[in-house]
């Protein structure tokens, strides 16, 4: 099939793709993959928050909620490649569907980091005490199958984000005639705003990591009180103390 000049830049230059000021398909990848790469970064200083919970609780609680921002991003740059896909985008058909795996694990992805984010905020919110339903419990449980499904999917993806981050961040015209994708500024400028928008959510937030200590303090010395008090009782059994 023979290119146009209308879809194809000619060998040696370095005109941007007439995609829309976003880059159309090829600049949504871009955008997906940096806020992937930045949920990256963030979800590796959870994991030591996790490693340290009872020193780093409040951080804890901090990079949640500053998770929410660039999970959003990210969560609206794939579902809006998903319905120009599956609405019949020519661009965007051309690029073909992702490996069926893949798109079975999507949904699994998306349920589980709502799932997470659903519970860690009600945590935050209510500390310990959050009634008959368990929380924490659905939170754990929600953190491990998110981490089975994620692990998978970013698997699939990584080895792509080095490419295609750094094809966004070359100041200097594509070489070999690859065509420049327009629409850099407005993608950093996008992953900015849902790093603002998280950040702000977590100075807001994190105080109430105080609450979850107050009720820890609490659950702590209720133990403590219940367990003095038995203390009399057995020692009034035959052979109950030991020392």
């Known amino acids: 099939m023979v290119s146009t000049g209308s879809d ?15 880059g159309g398909p090829e600049g ?4 997906i993959a940096a806020t992937g790469a930045l949920l990256l970064l963030l979800l590796a200083a959870q994991g030591v928050t996790i490693l340290f919970l009872d ?9 949640g909620m500053l998770l929410v921002g660039p999970v959003v991003l990210k969560l609206g740059s794939t579902g ?8 019949g985008s020519p661009a965007y058909r051309r690029q073909g569907p992702p490996h069926p795996l893949l798109r079975l694990l999507g949904p699994v992805v998306v349920a589980t980091t709502l799932a997470v984010l659903a ?3 009600a945590l935050a919110l ?9 929380v924490l419990f659905l939170h ?24 295609l981050i750094g094809a966004d961040l070359r100041l200097r015209a594509a070489r070999h005639g690859r065509p420049r994708v327009r629409g850099a500024a407005i993608r950093w ?50 052979g109950a103390r030991l020392t």
């Open 8 to 22: 194809a830049a000619p060998a040696g230059s370095a005109a941007p793709i007439p995609a829309g000021r976003l």
């Open 28 to 31: 949504n990848r871009r955008l």
């Open 55 to 63: 020193r780093l609780l409040t951080w804890h609680f901090f990079i």
């Open 80 to 87: 809006y490649r998903i319905v120009r896909y599956y609405t």
């Open 119 to 121: 519970t860690g905020g």
């Open 126 to 134: 209510l500390g310990r005490d959050t009634g008959a339903v368990p």
């Open 140 to 163: 754990k449980a929600a953190f491990v199958c998110w981490a089975a499904a994620t692990t998978v999917h970013v698997l699939a993806h990584v080895w792509r984000l080095p490419g």
């Open 189 to 238: 400028s996008l992953l900015l705003t849902a790093l603002g928008a998280g950040l702000a959510l977590a100075l807001a937030g994190a105080p109430t990591a105080g609450r979850w200590h107050a009720s820890t303090h609490h659950a702590t010395r209720h133990h403590d009180h219940r367990a003095a008090a038995a203390r009399p009782a057995l020692d009034r059994i035959p």
